[in-house]
């Protein structure tokens, strides 16, 4: 794509803010969950919703607020929201048709998030199931003299989610839709508590 194609286009950043699963009134089970619309470089919309802690609507959520948007990606921060609360990246693909990355700061663990399932959760082959419609985990250098990020695409080639991590990390090597997503969801958490 050429330049002026990245200055237009439309990337989504997913993020949760901060929780607590122990109880701390009326939101104890509740984390803020956000997405952050932008065109380019520069912020476009952002919106927010209330998931449950472990829950099973972070999916759901996600797909109704995406609804509201045009637009031409999804960036997650990783697959685990409010604990183990899980978007899955091939449904939101499938839905939208518009690709997704998954961008994850360290190296995923699946050995140790599959043990951590099994231990904690009874429906843990459904939560597992997401994890395995995933492809394989790619390094990607978005900033020169950075560490890479670890990157999982669904709906794109690599060298395509490349390009767009790239032409969206501005400041540092977590792509701004993410790292935008980040600051909106653990300051607007800070703000309720």
């Known amino acids: 794509m050429s330049l002026n194609v990245w200055r237009e286009f439309r990337a989504v950043g997913v993020e949760d803010g901060s929780f607590s699963k122990e109880p701390q009134g009326h939101n104890a089970q509740k984390a803020l969950f956000v997405c952050v619309l932008f065109r380019g470089k520069w912020v476009n919309d952002f919106q927010a919703d209330m998931i449950t802690i472990d829950g ?3 999916t759901e959520k996600l797909v109704s607020m ?3 948007w045009s637009f031409d990606a ?4 990783g697959v685990s929201f409010a604990g183990f609360n899980l978007v899955d990246p091939t449904f939101v693909f499938e ?7 998954v961008i994850s700061r360290t190296k995923p663990n699946n050995i140790a998030v599959r043990n951590a399932l099994r231990q904690h959760f009874e429906d843990w082959r459904i939560r597992w199931g997401i994890f395995e419609k995933l492809g394989p985990v790619w390094e990607v250098i978005s900033m020169p003299n950075e560490p890479p990020v670890y990157v999982e695409v669904i709906g794109a080639e690599l060298e395509w ?5 790239r032409a969206v990390s501005l400041c540092c090597r977590v792509p701004e839709p993410i790292r935008v997503a980040r600051l909106v969801a653990r300051g607007l958490t800070r703000r309720a508590l």
Not at 74 to 77: E, Q
């Open 95 to 101: 839905e939208f048709n518009k690709p997704v990355v």
């Open 56 to 58: 099973l609507d972070a």
């Open 74 to 77: 999804v960036m997650l921060a």
């Open 66 to 68: 995406l609804r509201r």
């Open 161 to 165: 989610a490349s390009k767009l991590i």
